[in-house]
Nanobody, 123 residues
Framework: QVQLVESGGGLVQAGGSLRLSCAAS????????MGWFRQAPGKERELVAA????????GYSDSVKGRFTISRDNAKNPVYLQMNRLNPEDTAVYYC????????????????WGQGTQVTVSS
């Protein structure tokens, strides 16, 4: 069974930082483009960051550019999301995704989704 499992979410004060991790099981994702979506209550799901299979290219939404950094370590977990200078508008469930189209960065058409991890930023 192929699974993506996120970790690292939680409650943080505005201005703080969190680092999300995504672990894979059932297959390797070294050849996949990886990304992070988020969905806040009452809002549509939003792609916030993506990284190519070689980590040579990254993409960010305007809402997180300059504050979030996506990275990957194909020897360990597939992908990380370092989130700095968090604000209450970043409160959402964050989902790790995998897209089999190696040369597509933005937007993504994920073949696999994790279950999500909650990030809550208090003001």
């Amino acid at each position: 069974q192929v699974q993506l499992v996120e970790s690292g979410g939680g409650l943080v004060q505005a201005g703080g930082s969190l680092r999300l991790s995504c672990a894979a099981s059932g297959r390797t994702f070294n050849s996949y483009t990886m990304g992070w979506f988020r969905q806040a209550p009452g809002k549509e799901r939003e792609l916030v960051a993506a990284i190519s299979h070689t980590a040579g290219r990254t993409g960010y939404s305007d809402s997180v550019k300059g504050r979030f950094t996506i990275s990957r370590d194909n020897a360990k977990n597939p992908v990380y999301l370092q989130m700095n200078r968090l604000n209450p508008e970043d409160t959402a469930v964050y989902y790790c995704v995998a897209d089999s189209a190696q040369y597509r960065i933005w937007p993504l058409a994920p073949a696999y989704w994790g279950q999500g991890t909650q990030v809550t930023v208090s003001s």
